[in-house]
């Protein structure tokens, strides 16, 4: 992570290392100056975790945890926010890698405590199972709802095997679709 100021200038780098490779795809300033990111974290070749870190505003690891849920292959946080009860809610996927990714958001309380969990499956009642999804962006309204945007692969057929499609949830406060 690298942090400049208004015109490019350096003011500090700090980087974070994993066992093997590590991506931070979203990163966002706090109230306090501190910074909060998500990414993926890779500890054996083919399988790894959603990595989240959390950053006092010079740069430092003030929390540092990661979180698998289907398995152990692909797990990567693509958006995190902070909630306005305070917590922090993180979108991306989990699965078995390549095309047979579900879609995932979670919320974790300020010390990485889960306090809710949901992957993407074909029906609202969590039934069936869909291809290949993912939440790649998220934002809370004033009344703790949450909108995310991602994609889903459907599995169609020939001669086009693949319908790919925009994907739009919408999320209560307690992670129900």
Do not use: C
């Not at 979108?91 to 306090?115: E, M, Q, W, Y």
């Amino acid at each position: 992570v690298i942090k400049v100021d208004s015109m490019g200038n350096e003011i500090w780098t700090q980087q974070y290392n994993g066992p093997l490779t590590d991506d931070l795809w979203s990163i966002k300033q706090l109230n306090d100056g501190s910074f909060i990111t998500t990414g993926h974290t890779n500890f054996a070749l083919g399988s790894g975790s959603v990595r989240i870190l959390k950053l006092d505003s010079l740069g430092f690891v003030e929390m540092d945890t990661s979180y698998i849920f289907l398995n152990n292959y692909t797990q990567t946080g693509y958006s995190i926010f902070q909630s306005l009860d305070g917590n922090y809610v993180i979108g991306g996927v989990t699965g078995s890698g390549g095309p047979a990714v579900r879609g995932l958001i979670f919320k974790i309380n300020t010390v990485g405590d889960t306090l809710w969990s949901k992957i993407m499956t074909e029906f609202t009642d969590g039934t069936g199972a869909i291809y290949s999804s993912s939440i790649n962006s998220m934002k809370e309204l004033e009344d703790s709802t949450i909108v995310s945007t991602g994609s889903i692969i459907l599995q169609t057929g020939i001669p086009q095997p693949w319908n790919f499609r925009l994907l739009l949830l919408k999320f209560n406060a307690q992670g129900n679709e």
